[in-house]
């Protein structure tokens, strides 16, 4: 893939992070976005295209899908604006980044470009959150919630972050990044700066108030525990960390039974509906709040009520898929005795791929409370799983990746059990 793809798609992720066509100055209201894609698709067309993995054929049936549960619960107009709307912002995404991303450094400056997006959107919460009428330098101003004991504000960005916890998934999502950049820092001021930006990011997550945000915090910080202790000592330190919590989260991170916690067991309920009356290809692609008055507050849930079993699998796959592979490609190399050049590389591929894999955890947490299954930053962290699942069939083609259809059936089956059982537990 030529630099200038690469270059277009650092500018890309800036662009889709920072949101600078949301702004409202008539300088962004050209599409930069669709510019870039075409420039990085021109770039595609005149090097070497790669589908080789398991992610390429789920996508396309997953498109295949979101097609036609438009085109069957919506007619053939609407149909044909989910394609355009879908391929745009999420199949040609994650073909072109899978395929632009050919070398361990590339992927590394695609990290500090997504970092550098969210630090800018970190220090806007912070800002909104110091203004008196808690308004940023954007002009968005921070939510106001009144479904608790009491009032309290929630940070935000504009456009497709203007929600809380939108923003609070893609800082937490960055989170690994940021610690990968400060351990593989060159110098002390690299690593100073990353310090910064991950106190930075910590304290703009907790700024949205968002419990599943908190939560995917939690999540990864306890899976990093869990692979690097394990044992009696990952007991203790979560008994230790478990008694602190409480005294350090907003309160709205332990109310049960308010009124927004009862609106998402509602939803998940009527998403439960929306399948069993259209279980093959669901209700339509966009179309939940066409049959519930809020969305389904859970991305699996939305996926099986807007796309049936079809597109429901097809998600799934497509995201677990990912997050096997990043785990394939963090682990120790055991199959051959590497070079020192080959064990320096892998080693680099193997700290870029724990940072993705935690990011992805990070992310699927947030995804379980939110309605994010079309979010593009899922479909980027998915990208960079492919990314890097071609570098290893290059560079370290012994590394075993084993076929996972049959085992997404199962984890499909386990979620949709496991989310009906949270149905019944909370409406008896």
């Known amino acids: 893939m030529s630099k200038l793809g690469f270059f277009a798609l650092l500018l890309y992720v800036l662009v889709v992070l920072l949101r600078p066509q949301d702004y409202q100055t008539l300088v962004f209201e050209m599409p930069i976005i669709f510019i870039l894609e075409m420039v990085m698709l021109v770039s595609w067309f005149l090097t070497r295209k790669r589908f080789d993995a398991p992610q390429y054929l789920l996508l396309f049936f997953l498109y295949i899908t979101v097609v036609i549960s438009r085109v069957l619960y919506g007619g053939v107009s609407l149909g044909l604006e989910a394609a355009q709307d879908f391929f ?88 690994p990044f940021i610690l990968y950049l400060y351990r593989s820092a060159a110098n002390f001021f690299m690593r100073a700066v990353q310090f910064v930006n991950f106190a930075l990011h910590i304290y703009a997550i907790y700024l949205t108030n968002s419990r599943g945000t908190m939560l995917s915090v939690a999540v990864m910080f306890g899976v990093w525990i869990l692979l690097r202790y394990g044992g009696i000592k990952m007991l203790m330190q979560a008994l230790i960390i478990s008694a602190i919590i409480p005294s350090v989260l907003p ?78 490609c963090q682990k120790d190399f055991k199959e051959t005795v590497l070079s020192a050049s080959h064990m320096a590389a892998y080693n680099k591929e193997k ?75 909370n409406t008896v």
């Open 251 to 328: 309160t709205r991170m332990f109310i049960s039974g308010d009124e927004s916690s009862q609106d998402r067991i509602d939803a998940w309920y009527e998403g439960t509906l929306m399948l069993k009356d259209n279980p093959v290809f669901g209700v339509g692609y966009n179309a939940f709040l066409e049959y519930h008055y809020k969305t389904a507050h859970n991305s699996w849930v939305l996926a099986f009520a807007e796309m049936g079993l079809v597109g429901y699998y097809c998600w799934t796959a497509l995201m677990f898929t990912s997050l096997y592979m990043v785990w394939v």
């Open 88 to 175: 745009l912002t999420q199949v040609l995404t994650f073909v072109l980044m899978a395929n632009i991303l050919t070398t361990a450094d590339r992927q590394r400056a695609f990290l500090n470009a997504f970092v550098l997006g969210t630090m800018v959107m970190a220090l806007h919460s912070i800002d909104q959150s110091l203004d008196p009428n808690k308004i940023g330098w954007t002009g968005e101003q921070a939510v106001l919630r009144n479904d608790g004991p009491e009032p309290l504000w929630q940070t935000r960005y504009i456009g497709i972050f203007e929600d809380p916890n939108d923003l609070g998934m893609v800082l937490s999502c960055a989170i």
């Open 351 to 425: 700290a870029l791929a724990g940072a993705v894999m935690f990011a992805m955890i990070g992310a699927f947490s947030c995804a379980f409370f939110l309605s994010r299954t079309y979010s593009v930053v899922l479909f980027m962290l998915a990208a960079l799983a492919v990314s890097q699942f071609h570098r290893y069939k290059d560079n370290f083609p012994t590394v075993a990746f084993k076929p996972m259809a049959k085992r997404m059936v199962w984890i499909s089956l386990g979620i949709l059990v496991a989310i009906n059982l949270t149905i019944r537990v």
